[in-house]
């Protein structure tokens, strides 16, 4: 299963940062992958939540895909698992963990996104240059974060 880690620290608290990251409504304006996220458990976010997420592939197609808050411990971690992907979609299956951790008065962020995709091409494709490419938006969404939270 490929495997996509990033990390960044953020001059702000654990607290103001995760809730930065959690917010459904604000996600889409800092993370480049997706253009819309909703809530179908209704808020606040908690372990078990419920998602939808019309994502943007690195090659520039919108998907939707469905997922849950599979852990969910404020202000420490998160984990968002992909229960259903759209045919479309370049994975079928995959998790995305969020760590937090206090250094002073910043935030270290690491994200780790494991998935599993779709079929044969989309392996090829993603070895090839998806892989990539999702690991720039992944950098670039959270420079985004960094700079809404910091700003």
Known sequence: MPRIEERIEIAAPTSTV????????????????MKRMELI????????????????????????WEGEFSEYR?????????????????????????????MGGTTDLTVVWEYQPRNIITR???????????????RRSLSNLKEMVEG
């Not at 809730?19 to 480049?32: F, I, L, S, T, Y």
């Not at 997420?53 to 197609?61: E, F, N, P, Q, R």
């Open 18 to 33: 995760f809730r930065a990251c959690h917010d459904a409504g604000q996600r889409p304006e800092w993370d480049e992958r």
């Open 74 to 102: 404020y202000p420490m971690n998160a984990t968002l698992k992909v229960l259903d992907a759209a045919r479309s979609s370049p994975f079928k299956a995959g998790t995305e963990a969020w760590q937090y951790s206090a």
């Open 41 to 64: 458990t209704s808020a606040p976010i908690r372990q078990g939540t419920l998602f939808q997420v019309d994502a943007i592939s690195s090659g520039g197609t919108v998907f939707g």
């Open 124 to 138: 090829i494709i993603d070895a090839v240059a998806g892989r990539a490419l999702t690991r720039r938006a992944m």
